[in-house]
């Protein structure tokens, strides 16, 4: 099956295919894979432009004081950075990109469940991503309430909070819609012989996810439509001089949010369990435990949100239970993070770009998990909350998490989806960077934050000048990082050398099949027999 | 800074103190045991790998103690932070108002200060207001912070124990100037205070009009001596010509007593040259006719003045 020129594969999905051709082919197109690039392209674009914008806002905290951009433009550059790099780019994120790609052939299905309706949920999203794009300009100026929008701020703001809402709104239908899929395609496709404990963990793991996809997004979708009513119609549900109640909004808002850091985290947790044993060469350690954590994370993950809500007024005993729960729900993760390191132990490992971006993820996840043990207990959340020690926290998570993981994945699948291989050393130079520059911004962030810097602050206290001097310089270089990894990719998937079908000697099904992958992925029916960590 | 200055800084920072020491002895040892797994089992070192089975044992082992462990951090957070719920008796308070974009602090004589004035070593609880968006009261010296809602009400209290003066910050964001939304806690000697409480007169403006302009906090973006803030300067407003955009359109106004009160009703219908719209809210149904003449009379009695 193996072909060595396997770029030249015919019938590749990369080829023509149907009636339309080049950039229509590409839009009409129901393959998974299709899809899962049209949302890699999209997601690309998008973190390009949030990186720039927190780029911006590091330039103008550079010195105290008025540099560049006023007040009023610095806060709606936060609050579209914190809409694009969430709602846009980390929630659909791994899910979309290469749940659409490789969920299918890692159980050995020709397609996702609804292929049409998996091309609608990309439209969704480009829908969604437009009207966000929108609310950027015309009106009363961009939206400025932060992504969080709460009330009764985003009630009273006179920008275009409306669209932006509406942006947030359309985007969840796009996430559900995608986690309806993988549920249903995960119960219904999975190859003769895998039975659930067969089944990989990154499609575990987008099984857990898909289901707060589900369960949660609609929550905040109605809370959404509601701060659109209050805002249209004068309707008091959260703003008290109407009669409504802001807490209630917070609630409501948090009860997804928490959720959806979940959503985010989970695939990236699978993909790290996918690398570490390839590139070990050994089965993977704990497979049962790994499966229960993700579920308990999924589970117990609802039930935390109100951590945010700490110092709002909220009841003693609330604020009591949240912080117990929110302790609880750390546990799962540290057993994966156990589990991880286990699976290196006596293993023969082969240190690449793609293993050194999933070694970040581990230490930096740990940073960020431990750190959120402060901010679960009553006592030090109520200094650090709202400061740049969670700006930091939660970039550790989300960006040093998610991101690096995504970061991993890319590199680690990208042979299979490009029939290229990338460039080792500039790949290797590209993650120096990126993980210094890394380092640079965001850890001082949490010194920062020790010290009573509060966050979404335009201009601060000399003070605190040291740490936001050293975290600006991260920035520039994370972001030269960071184009230097881009570079490799693009230039790779046209001048690397060509991928043989299994360049890590990796286990589960996408590695069976040349790359890139043929059209409906298998030329034969699957037969699973083996578990799919299965090293000899 | 990283100083504490109040009961509950000695509590708060061991507290960070315990669940610091253990995340660094977890980071470090995890940290140190995979280099060490990377080095000695590289490829080059190790070709070929050695299956292990799962171990039920071990996953029981890490999964039971760091429970213990995370529970203990839970207790040690609830328990610091049990006290800063439970205001004594016989606590001083302090009616605290944060509005967009400045503090207020009312003490029992009703006097008004932009200043928390505090003795030294008194219990003090501050009773906290908003009375537009959430606000959040904080003083990282004293480890404390606690939102003011609007609708709700909130409080919080503490023992100042160190003499000083101190930031105070917002930490909830509130719009354009939330970053700049900033005021001072002196903590002085009983004597001093008590000086301070009895003799300086409350500072209530003689004129009617000059405090609902301060209290309404309408004097946070347009200054009284001609500096320029978010918006155009009080001073030399009234029976001044005004160059104001309506509709995209320029023109020219004469800012009489209709002229100021359509700007404090309607703020985006004519917006004066150089300035955004959508900045000032609208105060129709917060600022009364009856306030909104008084405002004028200021104005006017304002322009009455010799320069
Ligand atoms: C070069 C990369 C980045 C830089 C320089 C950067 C910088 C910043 C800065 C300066 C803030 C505002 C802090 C404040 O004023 O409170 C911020 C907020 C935020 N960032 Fe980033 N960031 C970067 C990447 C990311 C990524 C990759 C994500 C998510 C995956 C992310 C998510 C957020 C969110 C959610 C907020 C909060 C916005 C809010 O407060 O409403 N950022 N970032
Ligand atoms: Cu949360
Ligand atoms: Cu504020």
Redesign the interface.
Known sequence: MTSNNSALHPGSYLDQQGKYKGILGWLTSTDHKRIGILYLMCILVFFLVGVTLGGVMKLELLRPGEQYID??TY?GFFTVHGIIMIFMVVIPGLAAVFGNFFLPIMIGAKDVAFPRLNLFSWYIYIVGAAIAVLSQFGG??AP???WTF?A??SI????NVTTAVLAAFVLGFSSILTGLNFIVTIHRMRAKGMTWFKMPLFPWSLYATAWIQVLATPIVGITLLMVIAERTFRIGFFD??LGG???LYQHLFWIYSHPAVYIMILPAMGVITEIIPTF????V?????IVLSSLAIAGVGYLVWGHHMF???MS?FS??AF??LT??V??PS??K???W??T????????NTTFLYS?SF??QF??GG??G??L????????V???YYVVAHFHYIVFGGMGFAFFAAIHYWFPKMFGRMYNEKLGKIGWAIVFSGFTLLYFPMFILG???M????????P?YSGGHFISSIGAFVLITGIIIMVYNLFRSAKKGELAPANPWDGRTLEWTIPSPPPLENFDNEVVVTEHPYD?K | ??QGASN?AK??DS??FF??AI?IF??VG??I??IW??VH???KR???????K??MK??VT??VI??II??L??Y???????P??QVPDDAMVVKVTGRMWNWSFEYANGKISNELVLPVGKAVKLNLFSP???H?L?I??F?????M??????YMWFIPNIEGTY?I????????????M?AKTRIVTEEEFQKWFAEETPIVPEDKGLAILQNNACTSCHSLDGSKLVGPTFKGLFGSERLVMENGVEKTVTADSTYIKRAILEP?KEIVKGF????M?AYDKVITEDDIKAIVAYFESQSKLPN
């Open positions: 007040a009023q806060n009363k100026g400025d309430t932060g709460y009764p701020y009273d703001s006179n920008t008290p001089s109640d802001p807490i070990c060469q050994r089965k350690f704990g497979y049962q435990a110092t709002s007024g003693d604020r009591m912080s117990f302790f609880i750390a546990i540290a057993i993070v156990f589990n390191i286990a290196m132990y006596k293993g023969s490992i082969k240190i070694i581990i230490f740990m940073i431990l750190t043990l402060t679960g207990a009553l006592a030090t959340n109520v200094h909350h709202d400061t020790l010290q009573g509060p966050r979404r602050y335009f201009d601060y206290l003070e090293y | 800074m990283f509950f509590g708060v507290a960070f669940i610091f995340s977890f980071l995890l940290t045991v995979m797994f990377m089992y590289n490829r190790h070709p070929k790998a050695e299956q292990i799962d171990n071990l996953e890490w999964t760091p429970l995370v529970m951090m839970f040690y957070g609830y328990a610091v932070f049990k800063m719920r537009d968006v959430i959040s904080y990282p010296a480890r404390i912070k606690e939102d809602v609007p609708g709700k009400d909130n930031e910050l917002c930490a909830e964001y509130c719009g354009l100037r939330h970053s700049f900033e985006d955004a719209p959508g900045m809210r």
